[in-house]
């Protein structure tokens, strides 16, 4: 079955920038919808992006949006989040996550995720 791995995270400061990366393996992601979520600690998991399969809508929550750029490379198997002017509220583990026919922000819509990746934004 489709298997997701996250990479990227990392401590930062804040108003620094990390690029989170989705990598696919067994399984082209081509077809696939990847949403972003992430969980602090103590909280609920939230949606934080979603690109459809051919790269052409992005979504994004109201918190990120103008910060987080969501975009995929198919050619190379993965989907990234290129995140700037990073905050400490956006400390988190952050997971991708596979699903078909269109973009969620529910969790329970997707079949597959990754094991997450940890940031961290702090002085």
């Known amino acids: 079955q489709l298997q997701l791995v996250e990479s990227g995270g990392g401590l930062v400061q804040p108003g620094g920038s990390l690029r989170l990366s989705c990598a696919a393996s067994?399984?082209?992601?081509?077809?696939?919808?990847i949403g972003w979520f992430r969980q602090a600690p103590g909280k609920k998991r939230e949606p934080v992006s979603c690109?459809?399969?051919?790269?052409?809508?992005?979504n994004y929550a109201d918190s990120v949006k103008g910060r987080f750029t969501i975009s995929r490379d198919n050619a190379k198997n993965t989907v990234y989040l290129q995140m700037n002017s990073l905050k400490p509220e956006d400390t988190a583990v952050y997971y991708c996550a596979a699903k078909y026919y269109s973009c969620s922000g529910y969790g329970h819509e997707y079949g597959y995720w990754g094991q997450g990746t940890q940031v961290t934004v702090s002085s």
């Open positions: 690109i459809t399969s051919g790269g052409g809508i992005t």
């Open positions: 067994r399984f082209t992601l081509d077809y696939y919808y």
